[in-house]
T-cell receptor, first 113, second 111 residues
Framework: ETGVTQTPRHLVMGMTNKKSLKCEQH?????MYWYKQSAKKPLELMFV???????ENNSVPSRFSPECPNSSHLFLHLHTLQPEDSALYLC????????????FGPGTRLTVL | SQQGEEDPQALSIQEGENATMNCSYK?????LQWYRQNSGRGLVHLIL?????REKHSGRLRVTLDTSKKSSSLLITASRAADTASYFC???????????FGTGTRLQVTL
């Protein structure tokens, strides 16, 4: 256990559905991240939050909408996704300093039909 | 753009042998980190090496960093079947704790 939990672990949704991914960290960290991992591609950083404020949006389409109500929780709201959005979505947290290791959750395996 | 590239993409060895994975990157870094990922799971941090360090050890892991060549290597000694996983290098360029990951090396250790 890394101290970062993600729910659900698996999600299948249609292109017209709206769903949300949840991430929670129990480590007292200040920074949280969403990554997308597709087959045979490097991990893609999507969003970064520091102290609840979004500090990075890596040109992510607006059909992905993050929310960070506090330093311990991070959500990714999904709507009108495309089949190519099917991937493993990973959440991570860190203390926020440059030499911090990242602690990852187990991921949500998303399939868009 | 992709910062880290691992080599080889896939490696198959027998238990007890050593496994060496390499990582090359393009820009100056603050530190370089190695992570491990079991199939379909989250990544687990293995080791961090700072730009002013050349070598670091942790248990059966040995990491080297050559900033002049912009490359790093991860050596796993006396490998075990449980070491079967994908291994990723990730570079930090000093922007808080943001990391850029490579595509990974898939290691298979057979009995």
């Amino acid at each position: 256990e890394t101290g970062v939990t993600q729910t659900p672990r698996h999600l299948v949704m249609g292109m017209t559905n709206k769903k949300s991914l949840k991430c929670e960290q129990h480590l007292g960290h200040n920074a949280m991240y969403w990554y997308k991992q597709s087959a045979k591609k490097p991990l893609e950083l999507m969003f970064v939050y520091n102290f609840k404020e979004q500090t990075e949006n890596n040109s992510v389409p607006s059909r992905f909408s993050p929310e960070c109500p506090n330093s311990s929780h991070l959500f990714l709201h999904l709507h009108t996704l495309q089949p190519e959005d099917s991937a493993l979505y990973l959440c991570a947290s860190t203390r926020g300093t440059a030499d911090s290791e990242q602690f990852f959750g187990p991921g949500t395996r998303l399939t868009v039909l | 753009s992709q910062q880290g590239e691992e080599d080889p993409q896939a490696l198959s060895i027998q238990e007890g042998e050593n496994a060496t994975m390499n990582c090359s990157y393009k820009t100056s870094i603050n530190n370089l980190q190695w992570y491990r990922q079991n199939s379909g799971r989250g990544l687990v941090h293995l080791i961090l090496i700072r730009s002013n360090e050349r070598e670091k050890h942790s248990g059966r892991l040995r990491v080297t960093l050559d900033t002049s060549k912009k490359s790093s290597s991860l050596l796993i000694t006396a490998s075990r079947a449980a070491d079967t996983a994908s291994y990723f290098c990730a570079t930090n360029t000093g922007t808080a704790s943001k990391l850029t990951f490579g595509t990974g090396t898939r290691l298979q250790v057979t009995l």
